[in-house]
């Protein structure tokens, strides 16, 4: 009960506070491989008026975004960057908004060879870039290699791992992608060093974009200011923590978006977002933590809240190559065990998330319920802290726990850290701008901090190889498991789905029992339109296609 009031006194100040601040502001095998056991509900639009004509043309949406990392396509690894680029660029295929399948876009047929090695792209026809060039085969080839390139290679790069001669062009000994070959300009073989279920479920990522030579000859390293994409929209202006411009492609291969451009509105604060949200300034944004039964019952905005369970993870990595978290798994289980995760959920998320229970969230088809068995036990935490060698916490160093600021996660941070006192663990929180804090991670310059892993194809493999293969830079707990290793690299070339789902589930348990992250909640979206925006679609992935938008005003 102690945590509980601690965190509702959070919450209560946290509102006091932002109640001023409202007042005194008034002036992120076949045609389809995918078989996601999804319900029905996975994508959801706000609910609408009925609008008394069909689609306008015009206008331009604005949307509320923090700093992104890169637009470039294959350095595009957050939420902030890929939100845009998704509508400057289409993949060979996309994710359907309700079902989640994998289908076709810039693909129109495809060939498996019967060994599941060889895979044969046949590209649409007439596709052409921003600039008016058009796309073919060979700009498939250069992208996918300018990734895996050791002298260019992107952060996303292992997404290509398993593509033959992938290793070669990491280690440098090879200038060309052996198996990414463009038979004429619309035709793209890809084979692979190994079978690979889900190879089709990943081409929808970002880093599977097509990117024109000439424009990295051109700009280089400034390229990401000057982005130029197939999409229904192309880019205009990036300014800094500002904002972004895009307008729509009068030259696109489908029919064309009915917005006339896109406002990417650069904020630091998702409160502040909130407040022009309401001064009819933004179009779409974010319900601070703290608002959302507020929102909800407020007569003008609240039909228009898109409240949904996401297949996001939000978790406290615990770096296990450094002290105190390293060569100690009773430390790493009793921080676990402290963390009040129902109390954030219900009191700080105002029920929006919900406890997560291991690492594949709710919707993935494999989820399994309560894969990791934790839950919130301080006599349980207090009998392994004293195990771990540190009996009420004694002789613990602080541990510094870093979140990323702009978007309410203090408040949890805040809530952990009245838990950890309650059995002598001193926890100091430290925020950092979003860039920053992935940045020391990355470099291990912080080992304790907040992440949120959201899926970008809707597989277990997403949410088990990246974070946890020993290869991949996107496993910031520094896990090292060659038997993991060995097990992801099985699962993905395990043919037969049932059979690849217990294996992947296998390998979830296996990793929960290392206890490598603190588990904090599965995402709920706590996302908002404005009334007058029709045909607006958040999938069950926080993905959205704002070439079907138009605004009703």
Known sequence: ?????????????????????????????????????????????????????????????????????????????????????????????EYDPETLETKPALVEDYDISDDGLVYTFYLRKGVN????????????????????????????????????????????????????????????????????????NTLGHVVFYPVAREDIEEHGEQYAQNINGVGPFQFVEWVHNQYIVLERNEDYWRENAYLDGVKYVIMADENTAFLEFQAGNLDFAQVPVGQVNATLADPEFGDHVIIKPTMMLYFYVMNINQPP????????????????????????GEGVPSPATGFVPPGVPGFQENASGVTYDPQRAAQLLEEAGYPQGEGLPTLKLGYNIGA?????????QADAAELGVNIEVEGYEWGTMLEKGQRGEINFYRLGWQAAYPTMDYFLYPLFHSESPD?????????????????????????????????????????????????????IVQPYVRGFVLDSMEHYDLRNVWLDK
């Open 1 to 93: 009960m102690a945590a509980m009031k601690k965190v509702q006194i959070i919450v209560a100040l946290y509102m006091v506070i932002a109640m001023a601040v409202v007042f005194a502001g008034c002036a992120p095998q076949a045609p389809v491989v995918q078989e996601p056991e999804i319900e029905t509900e996975d994508a959801v639009a706000a609910e609408e008026p009925v609008a008394e004509e069909g689609p306008k043309q015009g206008g331009t949406m604005q949307i509320y975004i923090h700093e992104p990392v890169s637009l470039d396509p294959p350095n595009c690894y957050e939420s902030e960057g890929i939100q845009v680029i998704r509508q400057v660029w289409d993949g060979l295929f």
């Open 129 to 200: 870039f921003h600039n008016g060039r058009e796309l073919v085969a060979d700009d498939f080839v250069y992208a996918w290699t300018r990734a895996a390139d050791k002298e260019t290679a992107s952060y996303l790069a292992y997404h290509l791992a398993p593509i033959v001669g992938y290793e070669a062009l990491q280690q440098g000994t090879a200038d060309t992608f052996e198996g990414v070959v463009a038979i004429d300009d619309y035709t793209l073989q890809v084979t692979l060093q190994y079978p690979f279920a889900d190879f089709i």
């Open 408 to 416: 309410s996660h203090e408040i949890i941070a805040e809530a952990v």
């Open 325 to 348: 978290f390293r060569d100690n798994v009773k430390l790493r289980q009793a921080i676990a065990h402290m963390i009040d995760k129902q109390n954030i959920c219900e009191v700080v």
């Open 475 to 527: 496993n910031f707990a520094g896990y090292n498991n060659p038997e993991v290793d060995q097990l992801l690299e099985e699962a993905r070339s395990t043919l037969d789905r049932e059979a690849r789902i217990a294996k992947y589930r296998e390998i979830e348990k296996m990793v929960l029992n290392d206890h490598v992250f603190a588990l904090i909640y599965f995402y709920g979206s706590r996302r």
